[in-house]
């Protein structure tokens, strides 16, 4: 999946056939507090719909940082956990745009 591989204890070696040859990935653990993700101060969210506004303002930060990505085409995956977040963001994003344009 990555740029690199690791076969040995001599280190990483590039990875040539990695799916960032040929797309720019990044990965999101969300909602906030699972996986490698933290809150300091008690930011967990409590409903899948929450998860997604917080995902659609990660998105949202993300494109005006790096304006060099608007436009390209844009996909999702998540595990079977995620399943349910992934059916409200496009919603949540859709009406964030909406919203902005107008």
Not at 10 to 31: M, R, Y
Not at 61 to 71: D, K, P, T
Request: with cysteine; aromatic share 18%; charged share 15%.
């Amino acid at each position: 999946l990555g740029p690199c591989r690791v076969l040995d204890d001599t280190g990483p070696k590039f990875h040539p056939e990695s799916w960032n040859t040929n797309a720019n990935i990044f990965f999101v653990d969300q909602p906030i507090g699972v996986g490698f993700s933290y809150a300091d101060y008690g930011e967990y969210v409590a409903t899948t719909e929450d998860a997604a506004k917080d995902m659609a303002a990660f998105v949202g930060i993300f494109f005006e940082n790096f304006s060099q990505f608007r436009g390209r085409t844009f996909h999702m995956a998540g595990g079977i956990i995620r399943c349910s977040f992934l059916y409200f963001f496009p919603i949540i994003l859709s009406f964030l745009c909406i919203r902005s344009i107008t």
